[in-house]
């Protein structure tokens, strides 16, 4: 691992003040001075920032409650991001596990475990994700089936993988797909002549988003609906 890298995840500092560290000197790695930024260490070595120790942060899993008008982004110049809404000292390690768009709210994953992001958001996994849609118009039962058995987007090649479909009251329905194509729940209805107004993740996979988490909060993911997921 790179030094700078190390000391920007084990100090939660940016990349450009843990090489601007590294160069004044202020880095120990087992006992002697490194000033060279691209230095590969042990991640396991003992690092010393001003004199004082600094490790890596331990796998982090988090759920956030997205509200609408944030955007599933780790920097953006001109919008509020999903990473403005977390106050974690290692924020900045934490990557998105499956966007959502900026109008739409949620269940929202982050972690810095590169390896079970990959296992969720992998098309090979097909982890399920549900939505609650609010329509133009209630669906039709007709609709509903067309969904159910794979319909044809604008674009694409072959037809969507079968969706679970719920009709629900007020021009609501829930939706469950088990791909991750742009804009798909949006599409999806639109190809069966509606038009999505809200969407709203619920789930993915056998994690729920927490009834109590109001929207723009987020907690750690407990032991079993992290280890639940692929």
């Not at 090489?19 to 010393?48: F, L, M, N, Y």
């Not at 956030?64 to 982004?73: E, F, I, Q, T, Y």
């Not at 133009?136 to 694409?156: F, I, K, Y």
Request: proline share 6%.
């Amino acid at each position: 691992m790179r030094l700078d890298q190390f000391v920007s995840q084990a100090a939660a500092i940016t990349r450009v003040d843990a090489q601007q560290a590294i160069r004044c000197g202020w880095v120990d790695v087992e006992g002697k001075t490194i000033t060279k930024t691209s230095t590969h260490i042990d991640p396991t070595a003992a690092v010393t920032l001003d004199d004082a120790l600094i490790t890596l942060p331990g796998d982090i899993y988090l759920m956030l409650h997205k509200p609408a008008g944030v955007v599933s982004a780790t920097e953006d110049p001109e919008h509020q991001t999903v990473l403005d809404l977390i106050d974690h000292p290692h924020r900045k390690t934490l990557r998105i596990v499956g966007r959502l768009d900026k109008d739409t709210t949620g269940l929202l994953l982050l972690t810095n475990d590169g390896d079970w992001l990959h296992r969720i958001t992998a098309p090979k996994s097909h982890v399920p994700k549900t939505y609650l849609a609010t329509l133009a118009w209630a669906l039709t039962e007709e609709g509903a089936e067309q969904l159910r058995a794979g319909v044809q987007l604008h674009g694409e090649k072959g037809l969507t993988k079968p969706a679970e479909v719920e009709i629900l009251p007020d021009q609501q329905a829930r939706i469950t797909i088990s791909e991750g194509k742009y804009h798909q729940v949006k599409r999806m209805f639109a190809a069966v002549g509606n038009r999505v107004g809200s969407l709203h993740r619920e789930r993915i996979g056998t994690v729920m988003l927490d009834a109590e988490l109001p929207p723009g909060e987020w907690r750690e993911l407990a032991p079993v609906e992290r280890e639940t997921l692929p």
